[in-house]
């Protein structure tokens, strides 16, 4: 599953590949939380175990991938 935050006054959103096995639902109300100004900071943990922390006052949106994670490349369906 990818995650895009999109940060205020910085022209780049930011971009986490989870894992496999990461929990949608935990994960979109850790963003809530951020976004309602109920927690200061959002930490999300990328498929590499790597830790990426924002400021929830610097968040503009965040958007969820799909669970399933595959991308096709090229032609076809």
């Known amino acids: 599953m ?4 999109g940060v ?3 022209p780049r959103e930011i971009n986490i590949e989870l894992a496999d096995d990461a929990d ?3 994960l979109k109300q850790r963003i809530e939380a951020a976004l309602s100004g ?6 999300i943990t990328d498929k590499r175990g790597n830790e990426v922390f924002v400021p929830s006052a610097k968040i503009a949106y965040a958007e969820l991938g799909s669970q399933e994670g595959s991308r096709s490349i090229g032609f076809g369906g």
């Open 24 to 26: 949608r639902n935990d």
């Open 2 to 5: 990818d995650v895009r935050i």
């Open 38 to 43: 109920a927690t200061d900071l959002l930490v």
């Open 8 to 10: 205020t006054q910085a």
